[in-house]
């Protein structure tokens, strides 16, 4: 069985410019999240989806931050425009949706993004 | 509100020798608690997770964590560390519905 997929593994970019990565979750997963990771952090938690639906947006950055998940199966988180900032790894990860805080999530082997 | 402190952002062992990894937890309500573990340009694989059953939990690659209440640990153990073990350690905790907060994680060298 196919884990969680991202494109790109690695995008190098100038500030002020777009980006947008792309995950594609276990079949048959119904929840998907974004998470973001600073060098020396751990993971920490932009959005949520139940299915289509953002349940937990929070921690997104709206201002320059999108994400989308229009048919309930992968998504798209975009950062428009870039800052220096933004240099960090975005990981998505997937878990089926039915067991609540004790499920397990799986993991993407995420983007790495670095903004000159 | 949830956290996490994992005590150590690195530890080294000898190959052979016990790894011990610390990780306290702060929660209102019982918790959920995991461990996984990062491999240098990969993305967070489970190891094992606490769901309010047995306190032992047994993982994967021979790692085992126990739950304790009355300290809010949930360390992580094995044996005899091989050198295959070397990577990056995330414990995380959440319950019902919130979200999963990680710790800053420990990094596990093995010399041989």
């Known amino acids: 069985e196919a884990g969680v997929v991202q494109s790109p593994r690695y995008k190098i970019i100038e500030k002020k410019q777009p980006v947008a990565f792309w995950c594609n979750p276990i079949s048959g997963h119904n929840t998907l999240y974004w998470y973001l990771q600073n060098l020396g952090q751990g993971p920490e938690l932009l959005i949520r989806?139940?299915?289509?639906?953002?349940?937990?947006d929070s921690q997104l950055p709206k201002d320059r931050f999108s994400a989308e998940r229009l048919k309930g199966v992968d998504s798209t988180l975009k950062i428009q425009p870039a800052e220096l900032g933004d240099s960090a790894v975005y990981l998505c990860?997937?878990?089926?949706?039915?067991?609540?805080?004790?499920?397990?999530?799986?993991f993407g082997p995420g983007t790495r993004l670095l903004v000159l | 509100a949830q956290s996490v402190t994992q005590l150590g952002s690195h530890v080294s062992v000898s190959e052979g020798a016990l790894v011990l990894l610390r990780c306290n937890y702060s929660?209102?309500?019982?918790?959920?608690l995991f461990w996984y573990v990062q491999y240098p340009n990969q993305g967070l694989q489970l190891l094992l997770k606490?769901?309010?059953?047995?306190?032992l939990v047994k993982g994967i690659n021979g790692f085992e964590a126990e739950f304790k209440k009355s300290e809010t640990s949930f360390h992580l153990t094995k044996p005899s560390a091989h050198m295959s073990d070397a990577a990056e350690y995330f414990c995380?905790?959440?319950?019902?519905?919130?979200?999963?907060?990680f710790g800053k994680g420990t990094r596990l060298s093995v010399i041989a």
């Open positions: 990860a997937s878990s089926l949706g039915l067991a609540g805080g004790r499920e397990t999530q799986y």
């Open positions: 606490y769901t309010s059953a047995a306190t």
């Open positions: 989806y139940e299915n289509e639906e953002a349940v937990d």
């Open positions: 995380a905790v959440n319950s019902g519905n919130t979200p999963l907060v």
């Open positions: 929660s209102s309500v019982p918790p959920y």
